[in-house]
């Protein structure tokens, strides 16, 4: 492998290109640099087909490991263990925009994997690592159709920024990855704060210009250093099979796709699949080119309807969503729930509140950060009547979640104006099209039941694409045939005011702008007919909590008594928690959370911090616990770590011989405060304080 490097100005750094120095024995590998950031990326492929495959085996891992960024894992392993959420999404951003791009009939395995070898905190890698994907897919020896180059686009006070650092990210109403190549948009990804279709489109054509010099870097790195690519023997069906499967079949399909429902369309499917086995293996065909031949008819066929006579599977118009319904409250003891159902598509979505304590942390390369708001997406397979292992959730789940939480996250509450740790889950019950939108619509409802103060409502919805040639046919609310045998999945999110999500994922080898524009202006449409539908069963959300959902009460406290409060050890604070039950946050400018069911123990947890925050107060009455006597008085606390003397005058109203005839070690006795002298020392009296009740 030939060593050389080439670089390329991206935002503001270099993009730098380098292979033939590591990693010599991959088909392909190329580190991509950018700032100190350093992604080592690596293409291989198997050497023949595994017998009776057919599909494209394409896997890609990628790794993060801590060392990148000079720290050790925390925890008792200190060795990475399996995947974190954010590789998953990276991985995944890596495969969707390639698998378009490699030809068709290649059935050898291909495995693409990427490798973050240095990280400065400031670059997110994955973008690094997208593009060096197609890099080293160019210069190896496996057929590929690239380049494509890919960005990180922020809007930050109006203007955009390519390749933004994480401080800039933090403070944009605007973030768009857009991978592409010459011709038009591969991959889409962005979460947004409610901005205009106009200006996201506008954001997606700056990152579309400022890849074109990235496309150059790569096509001059792939003349320079790359391999002649292998002569590989694509799998195709046997014309004649093909021919006879049409004959048999393309009669029966068209009653087949009359069919409404999806599960009788299925049922169908194989058994028309089981006749053609049943004939054509006896004429020397194998079962899996029939199969794959059927695949391709059908495929056709659905193809064929919709571009030709303008009809959809099951009878809608281009534009047209299907039949929506949406319940609230539909749980007992849950703190808020919803189910959304569009056509066989069904999400019950759950809220869950909770404290400070249930945030969760994640270790990543740019240091440990928190997070208060978590969606997370389930698909058992019942849901698509199949049975199948129920195990952790796997990386589509994980990515539909993702997506669902990035189209929430721009409504949701400010910490300081509501300080509960939010969890919505989504139990996808039905499918057959687009189960992230639903899920967006159905965690919407459900978050407004649960009473969190979302700032508005949001929808979201799915388009397709059949495309052929100039003519190209955009399908509203797509359902799962027309998601398999199409050639686009583009997801909108939003509320009336903007856009707040988008995801864009394609069969095909790109599309242009001006086809994105009229995706976005179809999408913009269903979305409001959306939002009429969930808003006429809950239009804002409810004005108190669920009964059953934890109470925080906020609390100022002078920042230089939080050590006091903590107490040496943590021994003050945890007795207060072991005493009422209550959950305590306590944060650095002075603010602590009280979080509990019970709004007594909640109270009694305040008086006790109180207690120990406040000043003392002379003329205040406290209940007070006698620690200790002494022939001229008894010392009692009124606080944890705060105690005054009440002296023997001050025990009674009358005459005390000796302080034992009053009080006793240990006694809860209501004391009022007379003074404090300039040594602070408190002086309680007993007497007055019964005065004064």
Request: charged letters at 25%; aromatic letters at 6%; a negative charge.
């Amino acid at each position: 492998m030939q060593e050389g490097i080439l670089k390329a100005k991206f935002g503001d750094n270099d993009l730098i290109l380098q292979t033939g120095k590591i990693a010599k024995q991959a088909g392909g590998s190329v580190t991509v640099q950018c700032g100190g950031t350093v992604v080592l990326v690596t293409a291989c492929m198997s050497k023949g087909v595994k017998e009776g495959r057919d599909f494209f085996p394409l896997t890609v891992e990628y790794q993060e490991k801590t060392y990148a960024a000079g720290r050790i894992p925390g925890g008792f392993f200190k060795r990475e263990g399996r995947p974190s959420e954010s590789e998953i999404l990276t991985a995944r951003l890596i495969d969707r925009p390639i698998r378009p791009l490699f030809p068709e009939g290649l059935f050898n395995e291909v495995q693409v994997m990427g490798m973050v070898l240095s990280s400065d905190g400031a670059i997110d890698p994955d973008v690094l690592a997208v593009n060096g994907a197609s890099v080293a897919l160019l210069i190896s020896d496996i057929p590929f159709s690239g380049p494509l180059a890919c960005c990180r686009v922020a809007r930050l006070n109006q203007q955009f920024i390519l390749n933004p650092t994480y401080a800039q990210l933090e403070k944009a109403d605007l973030e768009v990855v857009l991978a592409a190549n010459s011709e038009g948009v591969v991959m889409l990804e962005s979460k947004a704060q409610e901005v205009s279709e106009e200006i996201f489109l506008e954001a997606v054509k700056f990152a579309f210009e400022s890849l074109q010099p990235i496309i150059h870097l790569q096509k001059e790195f792939a003349k320079l250093y790359g391999r002649p690519k292998a002569k590989i023997e694509y799998r195709k069906i046997d014309p004649a099979l093909q021919k006879k499967v049409e004959e048999l079949a393309q009669s029966k399909l068209k009653e087949v796709y009359a069919l409404s429902r999806k599960e009788e369309r299925e049922e169908a499917v194989d058994l028309l699949a089981k006749e053609l086995e049943a004939t054509l293996t006896q004429e020397g065909y194998l079962a899996a080119d029939i199969k794959v031949a059927l695949h391709e008819v059908e495929k056709d066929e659905v193809r064929r309807k919709i571009l030709h006579q303008n009809v959809r599977i099951d009878g809608r118009a281009f534009n047209e969503i299907r039949p929506i319904t949406c319940e609230v409250s539909v749980l007992p003891r849950t703190h808020g729930s919803s189910l959304f159902t569009r056509g066989q598509t069904q999400s019950l979505a759950i809220t869950t509140l909770g404290t400070g304590e249930d945030e969760q942390m994640i270790e990543a390369l740019e240091g440990e950060k928190y997070k208060s708001f978590m969606l997370h997406y389930s698909f058992p397979p019942f849901s698509v009547g199949e049975t199948g292992p129920v195990r952790g959730p796997g990386r589509r789940e994980i990515g539909h979640g993702a997506l669902a939480e990035k189209a929430l996250l721009a409504v949701m509450p400010s910490k300081e104006k509501f300080p509960y740790t939010v969890r919505v889950v989504s139990e996808i019950l039905e499918s057959n099209g687009s189960s992230s939108m639903a899920t967006v619509c159905a965690a919407t409802l459900s978050l407004m039941d649960a009473g969190v103060p979302i700032k508005d409502t949001v929808s979201g919805i799915a388009l397709g694409l059949i495309k052929e040639g100039d003519k190209a046919v955009i399908l509203t609310d797509i359902a799962g045939l027309e998601d398999h045998f199409g050639d686009m999945d583009f997801k909108v999110a939003g509320t009336k005011t903007g856009v707040t999500a988008v995801q864009l994922d394609l069969k095909i080898q790109g599309i242009d702008l001006n086809l994105l524009q009229k995706c976005l202006a179809q999408a913009k449409e269903a979305r409001f007919i959306i939002l009429e539908k969930m808003q006429a069963v809950l239009v804002a959300p409810r004005q108190e909590l669920s009964a059953y959902a934890p109470r925080i009460d906020v609390i100022k406290v002078n920042p230089e008594k939080i050590g006091e409060l903590i107490g040496p050890g943590g021994k003050t604070i945890k007795a207060i928690i072991a005493a009422t039950g209550a959950s305590i946050d306590i944060q650095d400018d002075g603010t602590v959370l009280v979080g509990s069911t019970d709004a007594v123990k909640s109270g009694d947890a305040i008086k006790m911090i109180k207690a120990i925050t406040d000043e003392v107060e002379v003329g205040r009455v406290y209940l007070a616990k006698v620690k200790r006597i002494m022939p001229f008085g008894a010392f009692c606390e009124i606080a944890p770590r705060k105690e005054g003397l009440v002296h023997v005058s001050e025990l009674a109203g009358h005459f005390v011989k000796s302080v034992e005839e009053v009080v006793k070690i240990g006694d809860e006795i209501r004391v009022k405060v007379i003074g404090v002298d300039e040594m602070g020392r408190i002086n309680l009296s007993k007497k007055q304080a019964e005065e004064k009740a």
